[in-house]
Every structure is written in C-alpha cells, then in structure tokens.
C-alpha cells in the first residue's frame, strides 16, 4: 500500500488532495468544526444512535424485542473485534500517514504518529452502523449514513488516505455480518434471560401498566395471605 502513495498521479492520492483541499479554502472555525466532529462528534453520535435505537427496541417491545437487542450488543462488540483485527493489519502494512509523505496537505489534527491503513474511525464508525442496520434498518441507515460522513472527514482533515477509510468501512462490515449468526446465537438466549429477570428486564422490555400493576399486587397477595393464615389459626 505504501507503493501505491508514491505517485502522485495515483487516484488515491490525487482524491486526498481534491478532498483535503476544501479545508484550505474552508474558514479556520469551520476546519475546527470539522476537526471535532471528525476526531470524537461522529463517535458520540453513533453512540446516541445506538441509546435510541435500543430505547425504540424496548418500548416498542414484541417477541422480536431479545433478539433486537442482542444485535444491538452485538454492534459495539463487532466495533472492538474489529479494531482488534486492524492492530496486525496495520502492522502488515505499515503505511505512514499520507502526510508523511506528501507535502502541502492541510492536517487538522497534529500528534498521528501510528500507521493509517487501516482508518480505526472508519472501521469502528461502520462497524456500528451495519450491527445497527442489522438490528433495525431505519436507524441502521442513518449510522451508515454518519459512517460515510465519518470517512470524509478523516480524508478531509489530512490523516487518511480515501483507501484507508475504504479498507476501514470493509473491514467493520465484514467483522459484523460474518460473526452476526454466532454472535447472535449466544447473545439472543441471554437476551431472553434478561427479559425473564424481574430486576434487569427493563433492558430488553419496558414493563407495561399491567404489568406493573399484577407485580404490586402480586407483592401485597402475600402479607395478605400470611395475616389470613394467622387469623385462622
């Protein structure tokens, strides 16, 4: 991968310049903007995406709810293998950061000093997305959404080659789809076990009114009949 950033005809890297040329004409507080959204906005959002996906999953509740919830465990999970799986990766490459050796980028953020093939962001970003688009296909397709704009932003502020942030988005799909019928296989039954807890069921289903209401009941029926055994004997 080296090789292929030497030349400067090469697409990838006349893609990084086309790109990462907007930050040069863009004003200093919108290069700031985009270097936060870039480094941690993006992450924070999947992560909100995720907290009401699994708040839809639960109040809307069903049979499907465990199972719902078990991908939606499953995508964070597939997020950590799969940078996991990028450490030797990047060691296999060794791929200096595009402005190592490439002059006249715009880097919006200093102190990168690890290998760039393949982008963590990129990876962790669709990683989550597609265990989202797994778990429910309308918030899926807002993470791959926030996945895609997560790799421009790595190609916009200078830190990453276009293929980099390719190598990321394929590396986090193939981690997730490959390991979902497992994953899903044990995670499902535990999910269902937490659903049966009367302490941790919330998780998996929001307690309904009735529900609620026969638990009370249930836990008054029994002093009730305790006093009713003592008046009689």
């Not at 924070?44 to 995720?50: D, N």
């Not at 996991?84 to 595009?98: A, H, M």
């Not at 265990?131 to 932003?153: K, M, T």
Request: hydrophobic share 50%.
């Amino acid at each position: 991968m080296a090789v292929l950033a030497e030349s400067g005809s090469n697409p990838d890297v006349d893609l990084l310049y086309d790109i990462n040329g907007l930050a040069k004409d863009a004003p200093h507080w919108f290069d700031r903007v985009m270097e936060f959204v870039g480094e941690y906005g993006l992450l924070l959002a999947m992560v909100l995406l995720i907290l009401g996906c699994w708040w839809s999953v639960r109040r809307r509740g069903g049979e499907d709810a465990a199972s719902s919830v078990a991908a939606l465990v499953w995508a964070p999970l597939a997020a950590g293998l799969a940078v996991l799986v990028n450490v030797p990766i990047r060691g296999f490459v060794e791929r200096p950061r595009p402005f190592v050796d490439h002059q006249g980028l715009d880097v919006l953020v200093s102190g990168k000093t690890d290998f760039s093939f393949v982008s963590d962001h990129a990876t962790i970003t669709m990683a989550l997305g597609v265990g989202l688009f797994v778990a429910n296909r309308r918030f899926g397709v807002a993470g791959i959404g926030l996945a895609l704009l997560e790799g421009f932003c790595r190609v916009y502020m200078g830190v990453h080659y276009p293929t980099d942030v390719i190598g990321g988005f394929a590396l986090g799909t193939a981690v997730v789809l490959l390991l979902s019928p497992p994953a899903t296989a044990l995670l499902t039954p535990l999910m269902r076990a937490v659903e049966r807890s009367p302490r941790a069921g919330w998780i998996v289903r929001r307690a309904s009114a009735a529900g609620r209401r026969d638990a009370l009941l249930s836990g008054t029926r029994k002093p009730l009949e305790t006093e009713e055994r003592d008046l009689a004997a």
